[in-house]
């Protein structure tokens, strides 16, 4: 899509974990436990999005911390990590200080300097995600920080995608949702969202029945499509 014929938005909603910030960066800490931290953070995430899907299946609701903990738990087990309560505290308390991708700070400015209304719609809980933001200074960017724990379900069940309506007073279609997660794509697509797809590691999209919108590589592909080039002007 080109960036004459994309944007007036209401709103523009941003998925958390792994599309602000870097999940991936857990191995540091996880290298405290493991020879493998890399396979280790791998089944940790991957664990913690099992979990939060068959618990809203099964309508057995636990927050975002709670899941984190449970998959944290199972992934030692299967690793044979006897874990200690300090090293324990370590691991959970990095989802509070993961680091932003790099170009998500200037593009945040950017949007909001454009007088951009700007959310972050997330499984996780106020808890985790508000020091997780301020952590990285950006809490200053978001109007509304939209969490799960309103709707006792997790993405990607529509009554999340849902909150969003209700704050920026607009029709879902008129809300962008970006995300780099593919569970997040088709389900922000399937309940109404206009959809951009962040596609950081060039990996293809899930086959789930909805595509995005659009695909950028990162948030400042992003700000170029929306707002034109900022260092042309
Ligand atoms: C989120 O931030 C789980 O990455 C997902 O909601």
Redesign the pocket.
């Known amino acids: 899509m080109s960036g004459s014929t994309f944007g007036g938005f209401q709103g523009i909603v941003f998925?958390?974990?792994?599309?602000l910030f870097d999940v991936a960066a857990l191995d540091r800490v996880c290298a405290t436990v493991s020879d493998d931290p890399t396979a280790f953070t791998h089944m940790w995430r991957a664990k913690q999005?099992e979990y939060?899907v068959l618990r809203t299946v099964m309508d057995r609701y636990v927050d975002f911390g709670q899941i984190t903990s449970d998959a944290l738990d199972y992934t030692a087990t299967c690793n044979r990590v006897d874990l200690e309560p300090i090293r324990r505290g370590e691991l959970m308390r990095a989802w509070q200080e993961l680091p932003a991708f790099m170009e998500v700070h200037l593009a945040l400015d950017h949007l909001h300097a454009a007088g951009q209304r700007l959310g972050v719609?997330?499984?996780?809980t106020r808890q985790m995600l508000d020091p997780l933001l301020r952590h990285n200074g950006l809490q200053e960017y978001f109007l509304a920080v939209f969490t799960s724990e309103r709707v006792q379900a997790f993405?990607p069940h529509i009554s999340v995608y849902m909150l969003v309506t209700e704050r920026f007073h607009a029709r879902m279609n008129e809300i962008l949702f970006v995300t780099a997660?593919g569970f997040?794509v088709a389900g922000a697509k399937s309940a109404g969202l206009s959809v951009c797809r962040v596609n950081r590691a060039g990996t293809p999209l899930d086959p789930l029945g909805a595509e995005p919108d659009l695909t950028v590589r990162d948030l400042q592909e992003l700000v170029k499509l929306l707002l034109g080039d900022p260092d042309s002007a």
């Open positions: 998925d958390a974990y792994g599309t999005l939060a719609l997330s499984n996780g993405k997660n997040d």
